[in-house]
C-alpha cells in the first residue's frame, strides 16, 4: 500500500488504529483510491487485515453468496465482555441458515407494511412537537434535538417501551454501536459490557411485565409466537430487543442528520425539494446513497470463493464498504454528486441478500416525514457551522452534531405535553 494511502486512512494510536480527521470528514477519495486499485483489494487496514471490496457488482457478490457468513467474532475472548459477546451471538443479524430464518422470520412478522404506515401519524405528532419546541429560538442542534429523540421514540414504540424510559435508549445505542465498529478497543467493549448488564436487566423486567399484560407491540408479539411453540428461546428474545435499539436507532439518527447535511451542503437542491415536495421519496434515495449510514459489514468465506477473479480463502474476513460501493462510477453517473431525482438509484445502504435490512420501510418512511416536515416548517435554514464534526467511526457515518440556524418564529401550543 501506498504511505499516501496508509496516511489517508489512519494513524497510530497506543491501543487501536483510528482513522485520520480528513478520512472522517470525507472517506470518499480514499475509497475511490482503493477501488482504482482493486475493487476487491487484500490490505490490512486498521489492523484488520482481509478483504475490502469497493466495487459495487463485487459487494452484490460477496452479500448475496451465503457461504460467505455473517459472523466477525470479537477479539480474544475476555471474562470484561462476556455478556456482550453472549447477546451477540444470539442476534439474527449473526445468525446463519435455518437459525436466522427463523429468527428473520418472526421479527419479520411484526414489522408489516402496514403496521409502518400506521406509524406515519404518530412520527408526524413527534416531528411536529420536536420543531414546536426550538422553533422560537431560531436554532437546534439536528442530531440530538432532533434526529435522536425522533428516533428513539419510533423504536421504543415499536417494542412497546414506555414513553419515560425512552431518554435512555440515547446512552445505549451510543455505547453499544462502537462495539460492533472496527475502531472499537477493549476500553469499549468493557463499556459495552456494562451497557448490555442494563440492557438485559431492562428487558428482563419488561419481558416479564408483558407476558403476565400482553400490549400491541413487538415484544408482545414475539413472546405470543413463544407461547405458541414457534422455537425462539428467552436469550434470543432479548437479543432480539438489544438488536433493535442498535440497529434500528442509530442508523436511523444518521439517515435523518446526514440528510439535512446533504441538503445544507447542497442549496440548489434543498430549494428544488422545497419546491417539489413530491421528490421526497426518491429524495431519502439519494441520501441513503450519498452519505449511508451504514458504511461498512462484514463476512467470513466459509470455504474457498472466487469474487472477480480473486480467489477468496476459507475463514478470510471480507469488509464489504457500502458507502464505496454506493459510489461506484460504473453503476452510478456522477457519483459524487447530489441528484436527488436521480433514478434509478439501487444503492445498497440497507444491505443485499439475506440479511437485508428488516428495518428499510419504517426508517425509508420515519426519514422522508422528518425532512419533508423540517422543509415545511422551517424557513432560511443555514448551517450553524462551516467543519461539522464526524464521530471517530468508520463502519458508521455519524455526525457528533450538526448545529442549524433558521428563522425564529412564536412557538405553538404543544399537542401532546410535555413527554419530550
Ligand atoms: C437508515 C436506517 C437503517 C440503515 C441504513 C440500516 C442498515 C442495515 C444494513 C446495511 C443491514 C445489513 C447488515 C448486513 O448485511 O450485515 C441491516 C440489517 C438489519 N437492520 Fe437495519 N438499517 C436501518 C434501520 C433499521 C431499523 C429502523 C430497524 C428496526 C426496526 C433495523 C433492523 C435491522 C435488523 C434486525 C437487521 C438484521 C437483518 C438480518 O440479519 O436478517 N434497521 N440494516
Known sequence: MTSELKQALHVKKTEQTIPSSDFLSNPYPTYDKLREKNPVYKGNLYKQPGWYITGYEEAVAVLKNTKFKNRIPLPESSKKYEQLKNIQNDMMLFKNQADHKRLRMLVSKGITPSMIESYRLYMEEVVHELLNQVQNKGKMDVVMDFSYPLASHVI????????????????????????????RSRKTLENGNEQTKKLLIYFKKLIQNRKQAPQQDLISQLILEEQQGIKLTDDELLATCILLVIAGHETTVNLISNSILSLLSNPEQLAMLKENPSLIERAVEEFLRF?????MTARIASEDIEINGTRIKKDEHVYILLGAAN???????????LDITRSPNPHLAFGYGTHFCIGSTLARLEAQVAIQTILQQLDHLQMGTPDPQWRNLIGFRSLKELPLTFKAVSKTNSVLGNEF
Open 291 to 295: 452519505e449511508s449510514p451504514t458504511q
Open 156 to 183: 421504543a414504540k415499536l417494542l412497546g417501551v414506555p414513553i419515560e424510559d425512552r431518554q435512555q435508549f440515547r446512552d445505549w445505542a451510543l455505547s453499544l454501536v462502537p462495539t460492533i465498529d472496527f475502531t
Open 327 to 337: 459510489r461506484d462510477p460504473k453503476i452510478f453517473i456522477n457519483p459524487n454528486v
